[in-house]
């Protein structure tokens, strides 16, 4: 591992001030399960890491007037036991889909968010974007886990949160802070698709931190998330759906239906979302939903495969949602 100055500040201010700009390449630390890997690897070689163990005002996971605040330090095992949290089962079962007890003790929410793909190119030094001679390794390459949708540009990778799916199907923002000060947007507005390699995969600036997620009231929905997994214990989905409806007359009449692992972003189908508003909550609503999940797919040489799957957990996601 390459030598880094480390920094514990106890202010968000300070963490804030301390990724900015000087001399080398900072990094934020949280739980570590990823960073920590990826600086072993030397796929990430920070010369300053910026802690926020210390910062107290980034724990916890607090009810608040029915909303749910989720603090940057918290643990997926903190949410897993939080009182507050027990009317969000889509957020709950994203979570328990995470099996490792190391994972779950030390990973934070906002981590599994930031976490950097787990393209196999990029584990092993290709970059974000895995070119070579000016031409992305992944289109004839092994591409079985990548992306079938939102990949008609240089990025084929998925991304690999957890919680994104559930968290952007109930509406979730997220609060940002910087030396300026602090701004809140829309979970999904996190996320992007990156152009060129000099790009990231989310719209942080360099000193800016995710210091909360705020999760809106749960009162008159119904979700859930589904999951297809090639094993339990320590993997990554091969995709995900969650699934948010609200009921009029035992018709839908609002939906969000958001994708994981699919695409470089958490990839919300407006296509299916259509399918189910104004049908009766059931089987033939989940069949249109999952078709019209995938209708826009462009599968690569060997992940054909991920089309079904995904058309699957949407409409069992929908199911578990009847």
């Not at 947007?185 to 996320?191: H, N, S």
């Amino acid at each position: 591992m390459q030598n880094f100055e480390y920094i514990a500040p106890t202010e968000t201010i300070t963490a804030a001030q301390a990724l900015s700009p000087h001399d080398g390449v900072t990094a934020v630390l949280a739980g570590g399960t990823d960073l920590l890997s990826l600086m072993k690897e030397r796929i990430e070689t920070p010369t300053r890491v910026v802690s926020l163990r210390n910062i107290r005002a980034l724990r916890g996971v607090h009810g608040t007037g029915g909303a749910l605040r989720i603090g940057a330090m918290a643990s997926v095992e903190g949410v897993l036991g939080s009182s507050g949290a027990s009317s969000y089962k889509s957020l709950l079962q994203a979570g328990r889909g995470i099996t490792a007890p190391q994972v779950r003790a030390m990973g934070t929410v906002v981590g599994d968010l930031l976490q950097r793909p787990r393209c196999w190119y990029y584990r092993n030094g290709y970059g974000l974007l895995a070119m070579h001679e000016g031409k992305s390794l992944v289109p004839n390459g092994e591409n079985r886990y990548h992306a079938i949708l939102g990949n008609k540009g240089p990025a084929y990778f998925v991304n690999a949160s957890s919680f994104a799916p559930a968290l952007i199907s109930l509406g979730a923002s997220v609060t940002v802070a910087g030396p300026e000060g602090e701004r809140e947007m829309p979970l999904a507005d996190l996320f992007r698709i990156p152009a060129s390699e000099s790009e990231r995969e989310n719209t942080l600036m360099p000193n800016e931190i995710v210091t909360e997620i705020m999760v809106p009231s749960a009162s008159g929905w119904r979700t859930a998330t589904y999951e297809v997994r090639q094993r339990q214990l320590l993997d990554w989905p091969l995709v995900t759906a969650s699934v948010a409806v609200r009921l009029r007359g035992g018709k839908i009449a609002d939906a969000r239906v958001v994708m994981g692992h699919v695409a470089p972003i958490p990839w919300r189908s407006s296509e299916a979302e259509t399918a189910l508003k104004g049908q009766a909550l059931g089987e033939s609503a989940g069949e249109a939903a999952g078709k019209a999940a995938v209708a826009a797919a462009t599968p690569l040489s060997q992940n054909q495969a991920k089309v079904q799957l995904a058309s699957v957990a949407v409409k069992r996601a929908v199911a578990m949602v009847a």
